[in-house]
């Protein structure tokens, strides 16, 4: 094999180690690196090609309902935060402080931002006086910190990628309005780009954003059965505005408090698409979200007139999809197991005999179907594929999900399933907080949703027996 050395590196199966096999995935695909300090990681180009999909497609769907983007400062000083109470202890173990400006001991510590609500709530103090300067519908794309114990690239690191939504309004009823309007704009994203099937609901008491009066979730399975919360809503009433003085004049000339949310989804979702479509090869990518759709590798390249038309196809198919051709000198077959490690929908291959029969081979990466296709019909063939990947992708999440989702009415059962078939758990709950640590206790399973579509169990909790008032999914999860 010459200069090449050798094939792709094998990963791990997920079968025999599943962490292990995340971890291979990220790093030979060429997502990211680990830098220099602990839990950081470099986002490298093919990753960070990914966020931008998402991002762009997340920002033109926020504002298509109305939001601007705006920014924030990345330091908070401790007085600022110290205002919402629960915020701020909700927060306390995972914050870094600036205490030092060059040589000079600060007089007030600064926060590097774990989340950006006490700053909107200032700016918001600031600016709205009256009912015609609501709604304000804000979006900001940054960074933040969170001084985690244990991280993994993408899923939980120290400091990740992400946007923050902070709105605020007239009335309570616009508030709740847009948690579930932008939670329903993220499970749409997921499902209709990522083709990542989700569980809408909401969060219990106890698992709620603090500070918030009410927290809603998309959860999804990932393909070792632990769930992943994809994104989360939060609708803030006027908990914020009560302790950062947010008023405004309403109609009538008196003062009310504005209801605000919060909304925000992250890098994770990088490592959402690895864990519900990745196989044993590497990643597999929902041509929504591919920064590659098709790659041309070219058989018997040396031959005359081969890389001549694989240039021509390139130029045709770019003009229906994001292609690449490769070039390099490097073996075919070096080439095929690249690829497939970075997850590219649809391989096509072209040689001297293709050339002779007017044809190209595709492969498909998600089932490795092979397609011998006439070249005059490339570019509607290349559509109609890429669409039906993007759709048997969503089906084949979406089958694992609710063949790994069980049932259960007793707490026998579910302590049993949870120590044996990772998944989802259907269970009904009295809405007491102490029946929902004991599951956690006894089961190791914590409260993931109540989700938005209630079915009725039994009437009694798995926990206590007593009147139980709604089905819960319960589930392990990163």
Known sequence: MGKNKKFVEAITSMSEDFAKWYTDIVKKAE???????????????????????????????????????VYMPLFIPESLLQKEKDHVEGFAPEVAWVTHGGAEELTEKLCVRPTSE??????????????????????????????????????RTTEFLWQEGHTAHATAEEAHEETIKMLNVYA???EEILAIPVIRGQKTEKEKFAGAKSTYTIESLMHDGKALQSGTSHNFGDNFAKAFEIQYTDKNSKLQYVHQTS????????????????????????????????VIVPIAQ??????????????RISKVASVKLDDSDKMPGWK???????GIPVRLEIG?????????????????????????ELENKIVELLDDIQNSLFEKAKAYRDEKTYSTTTIEEFKEIAENKPGFIKAMWCGDRACEEKVKEVAGATSRCIPFEQENLSDKCICCGKEANHLVYWGKAY
């Open 31 to 69: 997502l990211t690196d680990y830098s220099s300090v602990k839990g950081c990681m470099i986002i490298r180009p093919y990753g960070y090609a990914i966020w931008e999909n998402i991002q762009k497609e997340l920002d033109s769907r926020f504002k298509a309902t109305g939001h601007e983007n």
């Open 118 to 155: 006490t700053l909107f709530c200032e700016h918001y103090a600031k600016i709205v006086q009256s009912y015609n300067d609501l709604p304000k519908l804000y979006n900001q794309w940054c960074s933040v910190v969170r001084w985690e114990k244990t991280t993994r690239p993408f899923l």
């Open 188 to 190: 749409d994203f997921c």
């Open 263 to 294: 909304w925000g989804v992250t890098t994770r979702l990088i490592g959402a698409i690895i864990m519900v479509h990745g196989d044993d090869s590497g990643l597999v990518l929902p041509p929504k979200v591919a920064p590659t759709q098709v």
């Open 302 to 315: 040396h031959k005359e007139g081969v890389l001549d038309k694989a240039r021509e196809l390139k130029d």
């Open 336 to 342: 095929f197991n690249e690829y497939e490690m970075k």
């Open 352 to 376: 001297p005999k293709d050339m002779e029969n007017n044809q190209v081979v595709l492969v498909r990466r998600d089932n490795r179907e092979k397609i011998v296709v006439s070249i005059d």
